[in-house]
């Protein structure tokens, strides 16, 4: 079975600064989609960025961008400039084979004005 | 895009009660699923539908629990015979497949049970 791990239950960065959550996932699959989700409090979890495992390079969205090291099975997602809005438990999930997602923990960040 | 819609937003019942919740999913998706997700912790997989086959449960989804899709567009949860453990936050997501791959998930604002 596929497990999902975020090793890093809090994390708080600087407003403007940048800050790196940690995923690692252990398969035995060589094709699978891995996701960050974020969920702020009482509200919706949204998909921040996906990557498949087959590009080798890294996905991107604006100031959000992930380092996927598939022969370590790491995820890290970075944020850049860093916002108040950003503040939110984030989710590190992993699809293969299997329809659903396997999720991590979650890492709860503060963004420090 | 509504989104998907989820209803209620809380649900407050004693325990041994039975209770049931809907989900909406955005309209052209024909996969939906159902998580449990507790405090702190991830969501954890409890059921899919394709249309309105059920095609996989998770070992979590025990005897008491049931989910229909009827003609393939809202789903509903129900738990009999509620327990304490089963407070948990409840969450539904609907994704788009096509022969060209599937879509990533899009979640609800979930329906929040708390068993007295």
């Known amino acids: 079975a596929q497990t999902v791990t975020q090793s890093q239950p809090e994390m708080s960065v600087q407003e403007a600064e940048t800050v790196t959550l940690s995923c690692t996932y252990d398969?035995?699959?060589?094709?699978?989609?891995l996701f960050w989700y974020k969920q702020p409090p009482s509200r919706q979890m949204i998909l921040v960025i996906r990557?498949?495992?087959?590009?080798?390079q890294n996905a991107t969205e604006n100031r959000f961008s992930v380092n996927f090291q598939k022969a370590a099975k790491s995820f890290s997602l970075k944020i850049s400039d860093s916002q108040l809005g950003d503040a939110a438990m984030y989710f590190c999930?992993?699809?293969?084979?299997?329809?659903?997602?396997?999720f991590g923990s979650g890492t709860q960040l503060t963004v420090l004005p | 895009d509504t989104g998907v819609s989820q209803d209620p937003r809380h649900k407050i019942t004693k325990r041994g009660q039975n209770v049931t919740f809907r989900c909406d999913p955005i309209?052209?998706?024909?996969?939906l699923y159902w998580y449990r997700q507790t405090l702190g912790q991830g969501p954890e997989f409890l059921t899919y539908?394709?249309?309105?086959?059920?095609?996989?449960k998770s070992r979590l989804l025990s005897d008491r629990f049931s989910a229909e899709r009827p003609k393939g567009s809202f789903s509903t949860l129900e738990i009999q015979r509620t327990e304490q453990g089963d407070s948990a936050m409840y969450l539904c997501?609907?994704?788009?497949?096509?022969?060209?791959?599937?879509?990533?998930?899009?979640f609800g604002d979930g329906t929040r049970l708390s068993i007295l």
């Open positions: 997501a609907s994704s788009l497949w096509t022969s060209k791959g599937n879509q990533p998930q899009h």
């Open positions: 398969t035995s699959e060589s094709d699978y989609y």
């Open positions: 990557q498949e495992a087959y590009k080798q």
């Open positions: 999930a992993y699809k293969g084979s299997a329809r659903q997602l396997t």
């Open positions: 309209s052209e998706h024909n996969r």
């Open positions: 539908f394709q249309n309105e086959a059920q095609l996989e």
